[in-house]
């Protein structure tokens, strides 16, 4: 039986470590911190196949997002189209006779990105792909085509007027983003989050992959700091942890991102001059805050993104290095606990660290915004700290930007895009991969280097 | 009525002066309709103050397709370019970055700011030079219809895709990054001075209400790398007697081909008799009659203008109404009595025959643009400035200049809409904002002509004042420009074809639409 390694504390590194075990590998995952619970959004069946998960629970009639309005109340997005419809005609009868279509429309391209997530990412000028696309139709084709490099903000505006409705739904286009939705591109993101979803859904259901593989016997687990990959001759040969241990193995997988993975693990000196400066060139850069605590349970996430204006604002501070004054927010609730993202609060501030002052203020906005939070105080954990207890790079969770430019066959990186590297035997299968999805690069990653060595 | 012709052209701007020559020379026989007194459209020169001419809108050469200039022999009907040697951009603390022609002496100055962009300088010209190669013959293609079933279309679809593969991965992945990045990230991985990287990423944002951390921004760049001037790539130029010199280069060559151009002949609307294009009708009622209309005209003015929603098929018209515009850039054109003097480099110097760009930084920029996304004029301006009286001394009388200035952001649509006091506002944050340079520049200045995106659909007829006929958004490019299976100049009315920006591959003073579209009609029609 060889010998694998792999390297990384999140979904992908579970999923890749236990389809290498059930291929016959003995493998090895070392974590060099707790696993993430970040959970996924879309598990592909067959990945749910071949690892025997559970089918993701139902949920008809749920709501996927309870949209703060400014004036109080709520505007509540169902599942059922017809639920939605008439919370939409509440703040606009044109803006509900049109959700219907568009809800069918966007289905329609999320269902040819559900197909291209499904596997590694194709060539650009893949035939197959030419042919699927064209399948779309002729307004299916000339929507994909159209709406691709699109901002959210103008296929929103193309479609609805009501405010609320088109902030709710760009909050999600550019969460985890250093873009606005004015931004190009970012209509992409919008159906990157469709991907999976009933038609009408724009927020994936969310499955804990961690707490379905963390204790599933086939894998040995250690749990570990990393101290460096081990190469000779430009072929892997192990791993040496932290602590002197060398591990020994032919094949290494690392879910940890690429240019941690490929300058600081791996020795640079094995790169391209040329690819070297590539990978350091991978935007990674986190927006978003991660705020904890307790609150009273509400039964969908809770979204604050008024307007598409209020979160371009938002986006505005951060281009400048700056908090957003009023940043969007999504609060999820499980039980009497809340987990709350804001968005914009970069890695790096422009006017000084992320101190205490820093932090209090983003706690007394998500208080101020959020009645339901108990009076239990909120712990909160800005992009900098994100990186240390989650290892995202920068705080950012999809390790590479999920832009445009570093989607699909360019994802991180063109020249890395086919999860292999240049050093034989060492793989990447983290978030930064294509789909960007938890738990599909994994996959993905495996899948390529088993078809590589047979 | 006079005899009928096989073409009537809507619209005597460059394009439609370019569609015409071409067709003429084929053996059409070609009537060009200008509204205005002459002929030019948006590239046009005019004396706008006693003994001062300028360059009124469009200002500077680049783009122009050295094929054009070759076949249709424009130095013989009057064409002389005169080259731009150098960028200067001043920068706040007093001292500037300057950009030359002469290799040698950028890299000394460039070093002076930065040792290791002085280094990247040169393989990111050729990265960039390579890229524009590579895109150089997509601009005289007429874009296949991906959703065509078409035999002939198919075939070109596969071609295209042959020749894309062609290019290999490398020249393949660059090209991706161009098309969805935005200028400033892109110059990041290159460049690290503030003012080097502002001034590159300016061009990305030219006549786009974008900022220089939009993406898609990238691309324009190329667009604007893509000028070629003598088999040179990215080089600027300024045509002796202003841009009005490029089109009457162009009539000349149309009318000595046997075109004919009526000015002061404004189309009301196109006659469509039974689903076809007959002719046009004039305003005051006169009726002409053609084979084929060709309509220079932008999208917008063409189609929901002189057709009318009325005769288009719905998802068509859709695509049209939401194709978009977004004027962002308005023009001022200063007579002077004396040379600016910049402090940071004073007195009169070749700096002043080249272009002068206040973009301090990238900062800066993305700053004006954050204030025109809302529906406000930049408080400080990005700006682009040329004194086309050092190059061509006839533009003003002895000893004194003019000074064309391009300026962005000035929205379209402004909160309150434009009025004469807003125009004349935006005027001044001109003028204060260049005085911060040149302290001179106030007193120097004895006319002032005032243009906003309000002013520039006015007179040259471009809607919402884009001057590019639309956006050059991705979304607006290639086989969706102007709209999903209209992109091969033909409309859905029979005889009908376009022949402006509107179409591919755009904007700025290229003429390579008109081109395509004088090719495509005459192919269609063998």
């Keep these: 039986m060889s010998a694998a390694i792999v390297l990384g504390s999140n979904a992908d590194a579970l999923v890749a470590a236990h389809l290498l075990a059930r291929a016959g590998r003995r493998v090895t995952l070392v974590h060099p911190r707790a696993f993430s619970d970040r959970p996924a959004s879309w598990v592909s069946p067959r990945l749910r196949r071949a690892l025997a998960l559970e089918a993701a629970p139902a949920g008809a009639d749920a709501t996927w997002a309870s949209a703060l309005l400014p004036a109080g109340g709520t505007l509540e997005l169902a599942q059922d189209i017809g639920r939605s419809v008439e919370a939409i005609r509440r703040l606009s009868p044109r803006d509900a006779e049109r959700w219907p279509q568009f809800c069918e429309r966007m289905a329609a391209l999320a269902r040819l990105l559900e197909t291209l997530y499904a596997e590694p990412p194709p060539a650009p000028l893949d035939l197959r792909l030419a042919l699927r696309v064209r399948r779309l139709g002729r307004r299916g084709m000339s929507d994909l085509l159209r709406v691709l490099p699109m901002s959210a903000a103008e296929l929103l505006d193309d479609w609805f007027e009501c405010d609320a409705l088109k902030g709710a739904l760009a909050a999600s286009a550019i969460a985890h983003l250093q873009?606005?939705?004015?931004?190009?591109?970012?209509?992409?993101?919008?159906?990157?989050?469709?991907?999976?979803?009933?038609?009408?859904?724009?927020?994936?259901?969310?499955?804990?992959?961690?707490?379905?593989?963390?204790?599933?016997?086939?894998?040995?687990?250690?749990?570990?700091?990393?101290?460096?990959?081990?190469?000779?001759?430009?072929?892997?040969?192990?791993?040496?942890?932290?602590?002197?241990?060398?591990?020994?193995?032919?094949?290494?997988?690392?879910?940890?991102?690429?240019?941690?993975?490929?300058?600081?693990?791996?020795?640079?000196?094995?790169?391209?001059?040329?690819?070297?400066?590539?990978?350091?060139?991978?935007?990674?850069?986190?927006?978003?805050?991660?705020?904890?605590?307790?609150?009273?349970?509400?039964?969908?996430?809770?979204?604050?993104?008024?307007?598409?204006?209020?979160?371009?604002?938002?986006?505005?501070?951060?281009?400048?290095?700056?908090?957003?004054?009023?940043?969007?927010?999504?609060?999820?609730?499980?039980?009497?606990?809340?987990?709350?993202?804001?968005?914009?609060?970069?890695?790096?501030?422009?006017?000084?660290?992320?101190?205490?002052?820093?932090?209090?203020?983003?706690?007394?906005?998500?208080?101020?915004?959020?009645?339901?939070?108990?009076?239990?105080?909120?712990?909160?954990?800005a992009p900098p700290d994100l990186e240390e207890i989650e290892g995202w790079p920068e705080g950012q969770p999809f390790h590479a930007e999920l832009a445009l430019d570093q989607s699909l066959w360019a994802r991180p990186l063109p020249a890395l895009a086919r999860y292999r590297t240049p050093i034989e035997g060492l793989w990447l299968c983290g978030p930064g991969m294509h789909p960007g999805i938890p738990g599909a690069a994994g996959e993905h990653c495996v899948q390529a280097l088993e078809r590589a060595r047979a | 009525?006079?005899?009928?012709?096989?073409?009537?052209?809507?619209?005597?701007?460059?394009?439609?002066?370019?569609?015409a020559a071409y067709l003429a020379r084929a053996g059409r026989r070609v009537l060009v309709l200008e509204r205005r007194e002459r002929v030019g459209g948006a590239a046009m020169s005019e004396e706008v103050f006693p003994g001062f001419r300028f360059s009124v809108f469009s200002y500077v050469v680049s783009l122009l397709r050295p094929e054009i200039i070759r076949e249709l022999e424009l130095p013989r009907h009057g064409l002389h370019i005169l080259p731009l040697e150098s960028t200067l951009t001043p920068l706040p603390n007093g001292d500037y970055l300057a950009q030359w022609n002469d290799h040698d002496q950028n890299r000394r100055e460039l070093a002076r700011h930065s040792l290791r962009d002085a280094e990247a300088y040169d393989d990111f010209g050729l990265v960039l030079h390579q890229m524009a190669r590579a895109?150089?013959?997509?601009?005289?293609?007429?874009?296949?219809?991906?959703?065509?079933?078409?035999?002939?279309?198919?075939?070109?679809?596969?071609?295209?895709?042959?020749?894309?593969?062609?290019?290999?991965?490398?020249?393949?992945?660059?090209?991706?990054?161009?098309?969805?990045?935005?200028?400033?990230?892109?110059?990041?991985?290159?460049?690290?001075?503030?003012?080097?990287?502002?001034?590159?990423?300016?061009?990305?944002?030219?006549?786009?209400?974008?900022?220089?951390?939009?993406?898609?921004?990238?691309?324009?760049?190329?667009?604007?790398?893509?000028?070629?001037?003598?088999?040179?790539?990215?080089?600027?130029?300024?045509?002796?007697?202003?841009?009005?010199?490029?089109?009457?280069?162009?009539?000349?060559?149309?009318?000595?081909?046997?075109?004919?151009?009526?000015?002061?002949?404004?189309?009301?609307?196109?006659?469509?008799?039974?689903?076809?294009?007959?002719?046009?009708?004039?305003?005051?009622?006169?009726?002409?009659?053609?084979?084929?209309?060709?309509?220079?005209?932008?999208?917008?003015?063409?189609?929901?203008?002189?057709?009318?929603?009325?005769?288009?098929?719905?998802?068509?018209?859709?695509?049209?109404?939401?194709?978009?515009?977004?004027?962002?850039?308005?023009k001022v054109n200063l007579a002077l009595d004396a040379l600016?003097?910049?402090?940071?480099?004073?007195?009169?110097?070749?700096?002043?025959?080249?272009?002068?760009?206040?973009?301090?930084?990238?900062?800066?920029?993305?700053r004006a643009y954050d204030e025109a996304k809302y529906g406000e004029i930049s408080r400080r301006p990005y700006m682009d400035i040329v004194i086309p009286s050092m190059l061509d001394p006839s533009m003003a009388p002895a000893g004194k200049h003019v000074m064309s200035i391009f300026v962005q952001y000035a929205p379209y649509h402004l909160n309150g809409g434009w009025t004469d006091a807003r125009r004349e506002a935006l005027g001044d944050t001109v003028v204060e904002t260049l005085a911060e340079y040149a302290p001179n520049l106030k007193s120097a200045i004895l006319h002032r002509q005032v243009l906003s995106p309000a002013d520039i659909e006015r007179i040259v007829g471009l809607s919402e004042g884009n001057i590019f006929q639309g956006e050059l958004s991705l979304q607006q490019m290639f086989f969706l420009r102007p709209a999903p299976a209209w992109s091969r100049y033909r409309t859905p009315i029979e005889g009908l074809w376009q022949c402006g920006s509107g179409t591919h591959p755009g904007g700025g003073v290229m003429g390579a639409s008109g081109r395509n579209a004088a090719f495509a009609l005459l192919r269609q029609r063998r």
């Design chain 1, 179 to 381: 873009q606005g939705p004015r931004s190009a591109g970012t209509a992409f993101r919008l159906l990157h989050h469709h991907v999976g979803c009933a038609p009408g859904v724009f927020r994936p259901a969310r499955i804990d992959l961690v707490a379905a593989l963390r204790e599933r016997p086939g894998v040995a687990l250690r749990a570990q700091g990393i101290e460096r990959i081990l190469i000779k001759g430009g072929r892997v040969t192990g791993v040496a942890l932290a602590g002197g241990e060398e591990l020994a193995a032919a094949l290494v997988l690392s879910a940890e991102d690429a240019r941690r993975t490929l300058l600081e693990l791996a020795d640079p000196g094995w790169l391209d001059p040329e690819l070297a400066r590539a990978v350091g060139h991978v935007r990674r850069r986190g927006v978003a805050a991660r705020l904890r605590g307790r609150a009273r349970h509400r039964p969908a996430t809770a979204v604050l993104a008024p307007s598409l204006d209020y979160l371009e604002r938002a986006y505005d501070a951060a281009k400048y290095g700056r908090m957003a004054e009023e940043p969007a927010l999504e609060a999820r609730y499980d039980g009497d606990r809340v987990e709350i993202d804001l968005q914009f609060a970069p890695y790096r501030l422009a006017d000084g660290p992320w101190d205490g002052a820093a932090r209090a203020r983003l706690a007394a906005f998500a208080a101020s915004r959020l009645p339901e939070l108990a009076d239990a105080p909120l712990s909160v954990e």
């Design chain 2, 1 to 19: 009525m006079s005899a009928s012709y096989d073409a009537l052209i809507i619209g005597g701007g460059h394009n439609g002066l370019v569609c």
């Design chain 2, 340 to 366: 600016p003097d910049f402090t940071c480099m004073p007195g009169r110097g070749p700096h002043l025959r080249g272009a002068i760009s206040v973009s301090p930084s990238v900062a800066y920029l993305e």
């Design chain 2, 135 to 330: 895109i150089k013959p997509i601009l005289a293609m007429a874009p296949p219809d991906p959703g065509s079933l078409d035999p002939r279309e198919l075939m070109d679809m596969l071609r295209l895709a042959r020749y894309f593969r062609g290019l290999g991965d490398k020249n393949l992945q660059a090209l991706w990054k161009l098309l969805t990045m935005s200028a400033a990230e892109y110059l990041d991985e290159w460049f690290e001075t503030e003012a080097l990287k502002a001034t590159k990423s300016a061009s990305g944002i030219i006549g786009t209400l974008l900022g220089p951390r939009s993406p898609g921004t990238a691309y324009v760049l190329l667009h604007h790398y893509m000028g070629e001037l003598d088999g040179v790539f990215r080089a600027w130029g300024f045509a002796k007697g202003g841009n009005g010199a490029v089109s009457a280069a162009i009539a000349a060559a149309a009318q000595a081909a046997g075109a004919e151009i009526r000015t002061q002949a404004p189309v009301e609307r196109v006659l469509i008799q039974g689903g076809r294009a007959t002719g046009v009708v004039l305003e005051g009622g006169e009726e002409l009659r053609a084979g084929v209309v060709v309509s220079g005209a932008d999208p917008r003015r063409t189609f929901l203008g002189l057709v009318g929603e009325q005769h288009l098929p719905g998802e068509f018209a859709e695509s049209i109404r939401r194709f978009k515009f977004r004027g962002a850039s308005a």
